[in-house]
């Protein structure tokens, strides 16, 4: 009984949670972006092309890139090596992504965060990022073991953004073409 | 079934850390036997063979074997590499080289380094199945089938995705992509494997099962052969059966040191031994310990740097294959070289102002004719690599380090095996030694070293890392012997790199902010890496204590991986 009552509160929970990123809609062009250069961006790049959206991708977007744009994805996720392949340094890649959400906000443009690496994109140099990003989203897209100890719904219910929660990278991708239809 | 349960209860007290503290901040204690790896699996299967009565061979042998399955990226059957043992009852070390060759045909290959990186044409022949069999029939004593059967299980039942592969099958996805039988393995429906999912390899069990059936030819000869040719060259690759055939690892002699009264083992060419030995004699000419640790003192850490970059300097310019170019041995490893060469450092400054423009030495004195042309150029500064430490009840050691070239390798996988890009590490100047021609090895920087006080080990190491191997070994020897830190402390201790095909002097984060700001008052560029970094390799480190004769091991945190004795 107390198993049956439980598993109908968390199906209750998941509708009223992807009911909530259901009845957010947000516009194209879509200009998607990383904040810390790991390669999880290019892969967010494939699920957006998979949807067939109307979306560019640049790892290194600045303010300027937000030119006629209608709806910000960022892609969380520290990697020396993509630092390192883009020559910048973490602070200034730090202060990069800063000042696109700065440019974002002003021009009123939403931001999604779409968090898709798990453990291996958490703690260390990414949570900076992480918090960065999130707490500047009007929604954000996690793939659930990111999320274990509580870090994103912390910001979620901190700043009131909605969050969906999913098992695998691969059920990001139709939650994201929704965002848009 | 007894190796089950007794795997399941080796399993079960590494996770509750009963008498095991393999990446704790205290280093794990033995004294019947030692082993530390970049992968917990591969441990146990060492900790097994050594339980099981085998010795330092047997057990180095199964966790090579069984490394290349759980930790794929960095090594396998599809690579080669270099291991250093020491029998202590005989007083006698070999050093058994099974790096790989490039192709009879490898100079037609038209192989461009960067545009064929991830493709067939970077496969060179590996050596890794040649060199551990031949190790195991020479010096060990357990059953083959026994060796290798850790290593069949976990390729055939699968094994956890630990959060060091997990983050390299993201960082490497789009590579991954390219190979649709490797994307197969890693990826599911084209995205990245994740911490905690099952990562099967049956066809790399098939193959292991081969071999233990049918030994070394049941690799390099016969239908397994046939089928790695033919995939190969389909893919554009142009390697040969009789390139397989003819393949044979070699047993040597290590290269020798000596650094403050201890005795050092390590890889002979064109493996980067006399690189070490080099830097170490050079720093013999400067009191380390009074100057102050490198982590708290710029003059220190400048000192260890300049050294590391005439090192470099010299290692471009005279080591290669000894089969094809002569390399002045005898005059690398002087001790009056080196100090020719530490004399010329400025201890207060960078000079000359740029890295790039240190020039390499001078040992023609030494029987050796100069080529006047400078080197220009390095070989990929990528390399991918594993390494592991195995010490026996018998004081018996092995130091093995194995690699497949950058991650994945070439992203080829061929009739269950993923093949190296080992190509990438030859230079394309027909000027440099390390130039590439046909069934050649190539200069490499693997490093696996024994070091002996009074006859017996004393430490046993060696790290992955490409052309930081050399550095964070030279690090890591000083910590202890000039510095006296226990193994654990010297491996977690902040590291550099520096040398000469380099603009920055690459830090980490625990090198003090005030040692940094006199760096670059020096002149030196700085680079600073949050924390420990696996930009500076993943060290498996054995220390034995000379006095109660107890084992400490060290797994670096850098990487996943375990250090356990029993």
């Known amino acids: 009984m107390k198993t049956r009552a439980s598993s109908i509160i968390i199906l209750l929970a998941l509708i009223f949670s992807a ?42 977007a600045k303010p300027s890139d937000l030119n006629g744009i209608k709806t910000l994805i960022i892609v969380p996720g520290f990697s020396s090596k993509g630092l390192g392949a883009a020559g910048v340094s973490q602070q200034e890649e730090f202060e990069r992504v ?71 990278i691969a059920e990001t991708e139709i939650p994201l073409g929704n965002l848009f239809k | 079934m007894r190796t089950k349960s007794f795997q399941l209860i080796l399993l079960l007290t590494l996770v509750f850390h009963l008498g095991v503290q393999g990446q704790s901040t205290v280093p794990s204690t033995g004294r019947n036997g030692m082993v530390a790896t970049a992968h917990p699996l591969a441990s146990a299967a060492a900790l097994d063979m050594l339980r099981s009565g085998g010795n330092a061979v047997d057990a180095a042998v199964a966790a090579a074997f069984t490394i290349g399955v759980v930790e ?56 890794t199945v040649a060199g551990l069999l031949l190790a195991h029939e020479k010096f060990g004593s357990l059953p083959l089938k026994k060796i290798l059967e850790p290593a069949i299980r976990h390729a055939e039942n699968g094994f956890p995705v630990d959060g060091t592969l997990a983050k390299l099958i993201l960082d490497n996805t789009e590579n991954i992509m390219s190979d649709s039988v490797t994307a197969s393995i890693f990826l599911e429906d084209g995205f990245p494997r994740m911490e905690g999912e099952k990562l099967v390899q049956k066809d790399l069990a098939t193959v292991l099962k081969t071999i233990a059936e049918n030994g070394r030819d049941g690799f390099y000869e016969g239908k397994l052969a046939a089928a790695f040719v033919k995939g190969i060259r389909e893919r554009g690759g142009v390697l040969t059966e009789n390139d397989f055939s003819s393949y044979q690892a070699e047993i040597t002699s290590p290269v020798t040191g000596n650094y403050r009264g201890y005795d050092i083992l390590t890889a002979n060419l064109p493996q980067s031994g006399i690189s070490l030995i080099q830097g170490l004699n050079m720093l013999e000419n400067y009191d380390l310990k009074a100057s102050g640790h490198f982590s708290e003192s710029a003059r220190t850490l400048h000192i260890i740097a300049e050294v590391e970059k005439l090192v470099y300097a010299d290692r471009y310019q005279f080591v290669g294959d000894p089969d094809f170019v002569t390399v002045p041995l005898t005059g690398l490893a002087s001790k009056e070289y080196a100090r020719v060469r530490f004399n010329s450092i400025n201890q207060s400054k960078l000079d000359p102002p740029n890295y790039r423009e240190a020039t390499y030495g001078n040992p023609a004195e030494f029987n050796y004719d100069l080529k006047k042309e400078p080197v220009h150029e390095m070989e990929s500064a990528g390399g991918h690599t594993t390494h592991l430490s195995v010490i026996d009840k018998d004081g018996n050691a092995v130091a093995l380090t194995q690699t497949l ?39 490499s920087s693997i490093t696996p070293t024994i070091i002996l ?12 890392g490409a052309s930081r191997i050399i550095t964070t070994l030279i690090e890591l020897v000083v910590n202890v012997i000039d510095f006296g830190m226990d193994v654990n402390e010297a491996n977690m201790a902040p590291r550099f790199y520096c040398q000469k095909f380099e603009d920055f002097l690459h830090v980490e984060s625990g090198i003090k902010p005030e040692v940094r700001s006199e760096l670059e008052k020096m002149g030196h560029k700085i680079k600073v890496y949050e924390g420990i970094d696996l930009f500076f390799g993943g060290a498996q480190m054995i220390y034995v204590d000379a006095v109660t004769g107890e084992y400490s091991g060290s797994a670096d945190k850098r990487r996943g991986g375990i250090a356990i004795g029993y």
């Open chain 2, 405 to 443: 070239g950058l991650f994945f390798g070439s992203v080829q996988t061929v009739a269950g095996v993923l093949f190296n890009n080992a190509m990438t590490n030859f230079s394309y100047n027909v000027e440099n030694v390390n130039y590439l021609q046909n069934s050649k090895r190539c200069r």
């Open chain 2, 72 to 127: 794929p990226d960095g090594s396998g059957l599809g690579g080669g590499g270099g291991m250093v043992i020491y029998l202590k009852k005989e007083q006698r070390s070999y050093f058994v080289n099974y790096y790989g060759r490039s192709s009879e045909n490898a100079s037609g290959a038209d192989f461009k380094s960067g545009r064929d990186n991830y493709t067939a044409k970077a496969i060179e022949v590996p050596g």
């Open chain 1, 19 to 60: 009911s909530i990123v259901q009845a957010q809609k947000f516009e194209q062009p879509v200009l998607i972006s990383s904040a810390g250069q790991s390669a999880d961006v290019k892969l967010v790049k494939m699920l957006a092309q998979r949807q067939g959206l109307n979306a560019t991708t640049v790892l290194m």
């Open chain 2, 453 to 464: 006080k009074n006859g017996s080990p004393y430490l046993i190491l060696g790290s992955p």
């Open chain 1, 98 to 168: 800063q000042s696109l959400i700065k440019s974002a906000n002003e021009l009123q443009i939403p931001i999604v965060m779409l968090h898709i690496g798990g453990n291996a994109r958490r703690k260390g140099q990414s949570d900076s990022f992480n918090q960065l990003v999130g707490d500047n989203s009007k929604l954000m897209i996690v793939v659930k073991q990111a999320d274990e100890d509580g870090f994103f719904t912390t910001i979620s219910n901190a700043k009131k953004i909605p969050l969906l929660l999913v098992d695998k």
